[in-house]
């Protein structure tokens, strides 16, 4: 999978699907070397469904979404968006491509 954002050069990336503590899904993003190149996902702190995936996509990971939805990982607007202190998360749905490459919480 390819990859690229404004911090990030266009380069081949490693998808890595994690958890966060609360069982919500995380997503990171190394070289092929396992170097740790993007974090895009956020944890916002409170319970998701299970298809949804809480993006962060401001300061450094602007664009992020877009790089997402063209690797066909989320699709559409975002369907749910959280305030949290001076950002807004906003989580999107899965694709089904991707709703089950995480663990099992």
Known sequence: MRFQSEYCPE?????????????????RFTALDGTPLVTASVNPG??????????KD??????????????????GPPVLSIKSGFVVIHCYLLTDEFKDKWPQR
Do not use: H, M, T
């Open 11 to 27: 380069q081949e990336v490693k998808p890595e699907f994690l958890r966060y503590s609360n069982g919500n899904k995380a997503l």
């Open 58 to 75: 401001w300061s450094e990971n602007e664009g992020v979404s877009d790089q997402l939805r063209q690797a066909n990982i989320i699709f």
């Open 46 to 55: 409170q319970p998701l469904p299970d298809d949804l995936l809480a993006v």
